[in-house]
């Protein structure tokens, strides 16, 4: 066992990676065999990822706020805090916050056997991001009567 009492610092998000200021905390990286890693990514409003893939996949779960995800070639999704995201291996997606709202969450990525943990393609249009969501965060449209 090994308990963890100090984090690095926070670590602002590369500008080739991502739009708008977003702030990432180390929560966890196992040293090896582990290829456990874990993130608590901070996006500020309108702030979102670039384009990219996972090779073995990502849970996302959103702690505070609400914000986006897509997968390529599927409907801007709303997401908020209590949401889970399960995004496939090789799936290509982006997500962040939402317009008008911070949003916090925690990323989790297993490391390929090279260490890579993402493969970074083009940045989010302006036009993509603004695209209508599926649904708001708040719908009650599938809610029950």
């Known amino acids: 066992m090994h308990i963890t009492r100090t984090r690095p610092d926070s670590v ?12 990432l905390d180390e929560i966890a990286s196992p040293e090896a065999p582990s290829r456990l ?3 608590s ?7 979102r990822t670039a384009w990219h893939r996972h090779p073995h996949g990502q849970v996302l779960h959103v ?10 070639g599927g409907p801007v999704e ?6 889970t995201v399960w995004i496939e ?18 990323a989790v990525v297993e490391a390929a056997a090279d260490g ?7 940045r989010v249009t302006d036009a993509t991001y603004s695209a ?11 809610a029950a009567p």
């Open 12 to 23: 602002r998000g590369p500008a080739e990676h991502f739009t708008g200021a977003v702030w």
């Open 37 to 39: 890693r874990m993130f």
């Open 41 to 47: 990514v901070h996006f500020t409003p309108g702030a």
């Open 63 to 72: 702690t505070e706020g609400e914000g986006l995800v897509q997968r390529e």
């Open 78 to 83: 709303p997401i908020r805090a209590g949401d």
């Open 89 to 106: 291996p090789g799936e290509r997606h982006w997500h962040g916050a939402g317009p008008r709202t911070f949003m916090t969450h925690l």
């Open 116 to 122: 890579t943990t993402a493969h970074w393609d083009e």
């Open 132 to 142: 209508t969501p599926n649904a708001t965060p708040n719908s009650t449209a599938n």
